[in-house]
C-alpha cells in the first residue's frame, strides 16, 4: 500500500509498464523502471520526477484510454510530481502553498511590489521616487545598495536553504544515503541530459501536446527560458562582483557585460515564457495534470513578468519612471526568490536530481 | 470530409500494419486511395496495435541488430516452424522483399531500437519498433495523412459487389451517414482474420472457444474474408488453426494485448482444473514452448489450467501484470484456486519424489529432470517446496486465425478456378496462411503485412492505371 491513491495509481501503472516495456527506448523513465519489480513510494516519486511529460508513451500506448486498462503515465507521473513538491516541502508547514499556488504567488508578489513603493515611498520623499536620475548610483538614490544586496541575498539564501532541505528529503525518499559525495561521472551525465533536455523528445521525433504530431516547439520554448534565465542571473552575479570588484556601480551602458547579459536572457525570458504559456493552453486536456495548472502559470507569469519589467527599467531608467519600475522590477525578483522554493521551479531541481540518481544507476546497472 | 461520390483507384479495407503499407505504397504510385477501418479511431490496426517488431533478413549487422540474418537462415526458420506447410515460391519471396522492407519502413516515418529487455533472443533477428506497435501504426498514419491517403474510421463494409472475380464496389455502413456504396477500380483487402468472432470459430472448436480470450480487439471479425471466400476467391490455411498463447485467465476477453502473456510454465508444474499435470513442462525452450501452451490449455476441462511454482523462482521470469495467487500451504492455495486440495497435494509430493538431481539453467536444455511419473518433466525440474506457494490461472489466448485467401507473387487474389482476380488484392493477416500454414516465429506476421501490403499497394495501383 501507498502513502496516497496518486502513488497507488502510479504504482499499477508501472506494474501494467513493466509487463510491457514497448516504451523502453522514449526516456528514462521506462529503463528505470525495469531495474525494479517493486516499486516503493520513494521509487515512484524518483519516476515521476524523472518524467518530462513529452506525452510520447501516452499516444504510443495501445492501453491508454479509453481502453479499460486505462493506462495514462505522463498525467499519473505529473500528478504524482506535483504532490512529491509539496511532500519535501521544507519547512512542511508551507507545503499547503503548493495546493494554491497561482493564489499564493500571485499575492506574494503583488505584495512585494507594494513594499516596495511604499518603502521607496517612506524612506525617500515623493519627489526621489517620481524624479529622473541618471548616472552611477541613480538606482541607489531610491534603495542603497547595501540593503539592496542584504536583502536579496538574504531571500536568495532562504531559497537555497530551503530547496536544499527538500532535496535532502526527495534523495533520502529515493533510497540514496544523505551526504553521499556523488560521483563526477553521474553528476556531468545530468549535467548534459538536463542542459539538452534529452528526454523531453518523444525518443527522438520529438514531444506531443496538442494531437498527435510530434514537434520540438516545447523544448525550444523551454531552451529559451531556461538559458534565458541562466543569462539573467548572470547578469546579476556580474553586476555585484562589478559593485564590489571594481567599485563600478549601475546603471551601466548598454553595451557593458551585465546588460548585454541581461537583455539577451531578458529576450528569451520573454519568448520563452509565451511560448510555453501557448502551449500549455493548446495542450491536450488527457495529459493534463488540472490541479497544477495554477501553479505553472504562476511561475511562467512570474519569469514572465521579471524579464518584462527588467526591459521596461532598461528602456526607461532614464526617465521619470525609473522610480516606480524599479520598484515593480525589484518586487516581482523578489516575490521570485522567496517563492522559488514553493513553486513551479522546484521542477527543475528535483528533475536534475532524478537525472543524477538515473546515471548512476545506469552506470552500477553497466559496471 | 471525404468525397464519397467519386472513384477511387484503390479501395483498401482494413486499418493495420497491412492496410497502411498498401495505401502508402499504392500512393506514391499516384493512384487514389480510401482507407476503411472498420474500428474506432482508438483501435484502429487491428492487431498491429499490440505487436514489438518484424522478422526481416539482412546480410550485415545494423545499429539495432546484432548480426546477419540471411535469407536462407529465414527461410530455413519458417520451414522449421511451419513443418514445411508453406507456399516456397511465394515465402522465398517474401524473405527477399523483407530485406527492402528494412528501410522501406523507416522511410514511412516509422523508428526501430534494439530489441527489448527480456528478449535478448530476438536481438540478431528482429527490428523492434520504437515505442510498439501503435507507435509503429501512428507513423504509418500520420504519412498516409501526409501523402494525401483518405481514411475513414468506423467504417464497417458490409458487402462486397464482386462480378467473376472483378470488384465492382462496397456497401459502407457509418454510424453518422448511413449507407453508401463506395467505387474504386482495385480493392486491397487487408481486413485481417476471424479470431474475434466467437461464433466462427465455435464451428471448430465447439463450445470451448466460449472460454478463449482473444488477445486483440473486437473488431477482428473476418467479415471481409467471409464475402470474399464466398465470392470465389479460392480459401488458403487450415480453419481450425490458430495462433494460441496461454496467458492470464484474469485478463479482459478482449484486447488485453502481449500484457497478460506468462512464460513461468517451465518454472513450475501446469495442472488442469483436476489439479493433475498433462504435458511435459519442460519440452522445449521459448519461444517454441510459449506457442504451444495455448493448444494445450484448450484441450483441457473447461479450457483452464494453473502454472504452480514456489517462492524461489519468483524473480526468474518477466513481472507480470496479475499478481500470482499464493498459499502459506499448498492446500491453501489450492483453495483458492478451487481446486481439490488432496490432489493437488499429490500431484505435487509425486511431481517432487520424481525429481533428479542436477544443474538448472534455463537458458539451455538443461539435465534437471524427473524420473517415474507421466508426463515426465524433461528439463528444469526442480522442487516445488518453498511456500509461499504460488499460482497463476492461464487461459488460450488468441492471436490470429490461419485461414485466408490465396493470393500470387502480386498479392493478387486467385480465384476458385484458379485465376488471378482482375482487380483484388489482400495483405496481411487475411492471406497469411499462404506463407505460413501453421505455428509461429516472432515477428513474421508483421513481415508478411508489410511485404505484401507494400506490394498489394503497388500492383493494385498498376492495375487502376491500365
Known amino acids: 500500500m501507498h502513502g496516497t491513491r496518486t502513488l497507488q495509481e502510479a504504482d499499477r501503472l508501472m506494474t501494467v509498464c513493466n509487463s510491457c516495456r514497448y516504451c523502453e527506448g522514449l526516456c528514462a523513465v521506462f529503463p528505470a523502471m525495469e531495474m525494479r519489480r517493486a516499486f516503493s513510494d520513494g521509487d515512484l516519486n524518483y519516476l515521476a520526477n524523472l518524467c518530462h511529460s513529452c506525452g510520447a508513451c501516452y499516444t504510443d500506448?495501445?492501453?491508454?484510454?479509453?481502453?479499460?486498462?486505462?493506462?495514462?503515465?505522463?498525467?499519473?507521473?505529473?500528478?504524482?510530481?506535483?504532490?512529491?513538491?509539496?511532500?519535501?516541502?521544507?519547512?512542511?508547514?508551507?507545503?499547503?502553498?503548493?495546493?494554491?499556488?497561482?493564489?499564493?504567488?500571485?499575492?506574494?508578489?503583488?505584495l512585494s511590489v507594494a513594499a516596495f513603493i511604499f518603502g521607496f515611498a517612506a524612506i525617500n520623499d515623493r519627489g526621489v521616487l517620481t524624479g529622473i536620475h541618471t548616472g552611477p548610483g541613480a538606482f541607489y538614490r531610491l534603495m542603497p545598495h547595501n540593503v539592496m544586496a542584504l536583502l536579496f541575498g538574504a531571500a536568495l539564501l532562504y531559497a537555497i536553504l530551503a530547496l536544499a532541505m527538500g532535496v535532502r528529503a526527495f534523495w533520502r525518499d529515493i533510497g540514496e544515503p544523505v551526504g553521499m559525495t556523488t560521483d563526477a561521472k553521474s553528476l556531468l551525465q545530468a549535467v548534459r541530459d538536463a542542459g539538452e533536455l534529452r528526454y523531453?523528445?518523444?525518443?527522438?521525433?520529438?514531444?506531443?501536446?496538442?494531437?498527435?504530431?510530434?514537434?520540438?516547439?516545447?523544448?525550444?520554448?523551454?531552451?529559451?527560458?531556461?538559458?534565458?534565465?541562466?543569462?539573467?542571473?548572470?547578469?546579476?552575479?556580474?553586476?555585484?562582483?562589478?559593485?564590489?570588484?571594481?567599485?563600478?556601480?549601475?546603471?551601466?551602458?548598454?553595451?557593458?557585460?551585465?546588460?548585454?547579459?541581461?537583455?539577451?536572457?531578458?529576450?528569451?525570458?520573454?519568448?520563452?515564457?509565451?511560448?510555453?504559456?501557448?502551449?500549455?493552453?493548446?495542450?491536450?486536456?488527457?495529459?493534463?495534470?488540472?490541479?497544477?495548472?495554477g501553479m505553472d502559470t504562476a511561475f511562467i507569469l512570474m519569469l514572465f513578468l521579471t524579464s518584462i519589467t527588467g526591459l521596461a527599467l532598461l528602456l526607461w531608467r532614464e526617465s521619470a519612471a525609473m522610480g516606480p519600475l524599479l520598484a515593480l522590477h525589484l518586487g516581482v525578483v523578489f516575490a521570485l526568490f522567496i517563492t522559488m522554493?514553493?513553486?513551479?521551479?522546484?521542477?527543475?531541481i528535483y528533475r536534475f536530481v532524478a537525472l543524477v540518481r538515473y546515471a548512476r544507476e545506469r552506470q552500477m546497472m553497466a559496471e | 470530409m471525404v468525397d464519397l461520390t467519386r472513384r477511387f483507384d484503390v479501395l483498401v479495407i482494413g486499418g493495420g500494419n497491412a492496410a497502411l503499407c498498401a495505401a502508402i505504397s499504392a500512393r506514391r504510385a499516384g493512384a487514389s486511395v480510401l482507407v476503411l477501418e472498420g474500428a474506432p479511431k482508438f483501435y484502429r490496426g487491428g492487431n498491429t496495435r499490440h505487436t514489438r517488431n518484424m522478422r526481416c533478413a539482412h546480410d550485415a549487422a545494423t545499429e539495432i541488430l546484432t548480426g546477419p540474418y540471411t535469407e536462407?537462415?529465414?527461410?530455413?526458420?519458417?520451414?522449421l516452424v511451419t513443418g514445411g506447410q508453406t507456399d516456397e515460391q511465394l515465402a522465398r519471396f517474401m524473405i527477399h522483399e523483407s530485406k527492402d522492407i528494412l528501410n522501406w519502413i523507416v522511410e514511412q516515418g516509422v523508428?526501430?531500437?534494439?530489441?527489448l529487455g527480456g528478449t535478448?533472443?530476438?536481438?540478431?533477428?528482429?527490428?523492434?519498433?520504437?515505442?510498439?506497435?501503435?507507435?509503429m501504426l501512428n507513423a504509418l498514419y500520420r504519412t498516409a495523412e501526409e501523402l494525401g491517403v483518405d481514411i475513414l474510421y468506423d467504417a464497417e463494409v458490409i458487402d462486397l459487389n464482386i462480378e467473376h472475380g472483378m470488384f465492382l464496389s462496397a456497401q459502407l455502413k457509418q454510424p453518422v451517414g448511413g449507407r453508401t456504396e463506395v467505387r474504386a477500380s482495385t480493392l486491397v483487402a487487408a481486413a485481417g482474420g476471424f479470431e474475434a468472432n466467437i461464433e466462427w470459430l465455435k464451428q471448430y472448436w465447439g463450445e470451448a472457444a466460449d472460454n478463449f480470450l482473444i488477445r486483440g480487439t473486437p473488431?477482428?471479425?473476418?467479415?471481409?474474408?467471409?464475402?470474399?471466400?464466398?465470392?470465389?476467391?479460392?480459401?488458403?490455411?487450415?480453419?481450425?488453426?490458430?495462433?494460441?498463447?496461454?496467458?492470464?485467465?484474469?485478463?479482459?476477453?478482449?484486447?488485453?494485448?502481449?500484457?497478460?502473456?506468462?512464460?513461468?510454465?517451465?518454472?513450475?508444474?501446469?495442472?488442469?482444473?483436476?489439479?493433475?499435470?498433462?504435458?511435459?513442462?519442460?519440452?522445449?525452450?521459448?519461444?517454441?514452448?510459449?506457442?504451444?501452451?495455448?493448444?494445450?490449455?484448450?484441450?483441457?476441462?473447461?479450457?483452464?489450467?494453473?502454472?504452480?511454482?514456489?517462492?524461489?523462482?519468483?524473480t526468474s521470469f518477466m513481472p507480470t501484470l496479475f499478481p500470482p495467487i499464493a498459499g502459506a500451504t499448498i492446500a491453501e492455495l489450492a483453495g483458492k484456486l478451487e481446486l481439490d486440495a488432496a490432489a493437488l497435494e499429490k500431484t505435487i509430493t509425486d511431481f517432487n519424489a520424481a525429481v533428479q538431481p542436477g544443474t538448472f539453467d534455463h537458458t539451455i536444455l538443461d539435465d534437471c529432470r524427473t524420473e517415474g511419473i507421466t508426463p515426465p518433466k524433461t528439463h528444469w525440474a526442480r522442487k516445488i517446496e518453498t511456500p509461499p506457494y504460488l499460482a497463476y490461472p492461464v487461459r488460450p489466448g488468441i492471436t490470429f486465425t490461419y485461414l485466408g485467401t490465396r493470393v500470387n507473387k502480386q498479392s493478387r487474389m486467385l480465384m476458385k478456378d484458379g485465376k488471378p482476380s482482375a482487380n483484388m488484392f489482400a495483405a496481411g493477416e487475411i492471406m497469411a496462411g499462404n506463407v505460413l500454414g501453421k505455428g509461429y516465429a516472432a515477428g513474421i506476421g508483421m513481415t508478411i503485412g508489410s511485404v505484401f501490403g507494400r506490394v498489394a499497394g503497388r500492383e493494385a495501383a498498376k492495375n487502376a492505371r491500365n
Open chain 2, 111 to 115: 523508428r526501430w531500437q534494439p530489441s
Open chain 2, 120 to 135: 535478448l533472443s530476438l536481438g540478431r533477428t528482429n527490428s523492434f519498433f520504437l515505442g510498439g506497435g501503435r507507435a
Open chain 2, 72 to 79: 536462407e537462415e529465414f527461410w530455413n526458420d519458417l520451414l
Open chain 1, 61 to 110: 500506448c495501445q492501453f491508454s484510454p479509453p481502453h479499460e486498462f486505462n493506462v495514462n503515465v505522463p498525467k499519473t507521473l505529473a500528478v504524482a510530481r506535483a504532490e512529491s513538491y509539496a511532500a519535501y516541502a521544507w519547512p512542511h508547514a508551507f507545503s499547503g502553498a503548493f495546493a494554491r499556488n497561482g493564489l499564493v504567488i500571485s499575492l506574494i508578489a503583488a
Open chain 2, 219 to 314: 473488431y477482428n471479425r473476418g467479415a471481409i474474408l467471409k464475402m470474399l471466400l464466398a465470392k470465389g476467391v479460392q480459401d488458403i490455411g487450415d480453419p481450425t488453426q490458430c495462433h494460441a498463447v496461454a496467458i492470464d485467465a484474469r485478463a479482459p476477453k478482449f484486447d488485453g494485448g502481449i500484457i497478460t502473456r506468462h512464460d513461468s510454465v517451465v518454472f513450475g508444474i501446469v495442472v488442469n482444473k483436476h489439479a493433475e499435470r498433462f504435458y511435459d513442462e519442460g519440452e522445449d525452450i521459448w519461444p517454441k514452448r510459449y506457442a504451444i501452451w495455448g493448444r494445450l490449455v484448450a484441450a483441457q476441462p473447461d479450457q483452464i489450467a494453473y502454472i504452480i511454482f514456489d517462492s524461489t523462482v519468483v
Open chain 1, 200 to 293: 523531453l523528445d518523444g525518443g527522438g521525433v520529438g514531444c506531443f501536446n496538442e494531437d498527435d504530431q510530434p514537434t520540438d516547439r516545447r523544448k525550444l520554448y523551454h531552451h529559451f527560458t531556461f538559458y534565458g534565465f541562466l543569462l539573467c542571473f548572470a547578469a546579476t552575479c556580474v553586476g555585484t562582483l562589478y559593485h564590489y570588484l571594481l567599485a563600478r556601480e549601475a546603471p551601466y551602458a548598454w553595451w557593458d557585460l551585465p546588460v548585454v547579459l541581461g537583455t539577451l536572457g531578458g529576450v528569451g525570458l520573454v519568448i520563452g515564457p509565451i511560448g510555453l504559456l501557448s502551449e500549455k493552453w493548446k495542450r491536450d486536456r488527457a495529459l493534463v495534470d488540472e490541479q497544477a495548472r
Open chain 1, 341 to 348: 522554493p514553493y513553486g513551479k521551479f522546484v521542477h527543475g
